[in-house]
Nanobody, 118 residues
Framework: QVQLVESGGGSVQAGDSLRLSCAAS?????????MGWFRQAPGKEREFVAA????????HYADSVKGRFAISRDNAQNTVALQMNSLKPEDTAVYYC??????????WGQGTQVTVSN
């Protein structure tokens, strides 16, 4: 069983930056797991934000965050991070860390709140 714990959320002004982190407690079968971030704003469905392959060579982003957000991972520490720059009010949401084999999201964290105000 994989457990994911997010940290780094908070309240910021538009244009500011935040860095989210996710620590995974993993079994030995964690090898080849992709990791990613989704978000859910009030009254909206959960949406994809970014994902990264096991080796880190492949990254994927939602069009809405491309060029502003960057995902990275450290397999030695079992962590994944999301660097969020030039934040906008529409980025306000609960951000969830996720992991799974071949981009099938089997495990989810509890979420961390990000609030961006004008």
């Amino acid at each position: 069983q994989v457990q994911l714990v997010e940290s780094g959320g908070g309240s910021v002004q538009a244009g500011d930056s935040l860095r989210l982190s996710c620590a995974a407690s993993v079994p030995t079968t964690f090898t080849n797991y992709a990791m990613g971030w989704f978000r859910q704003a009030p009254g909206k469905e959960r949406e994809f934000v970014a994902a990264i392959s096991w080796g880190g060579q492949n990254t994927h982003y939602a069009d809405s965050v491309k060029g502003r957000f960057a995902i990275s991972r450290d397999n030695a520490q079992n962590t994944v991070a999301l660097q969020m720059n030039s934040l906008k009010p529409e980025d306000t949401a609960v951000y969830y860390c996720t992991a799974g084999p071949s981009y099938t999201w089997s495990y989810w964290g509890q979420g961390t709140q990000v609030t961006v105000s004008n």
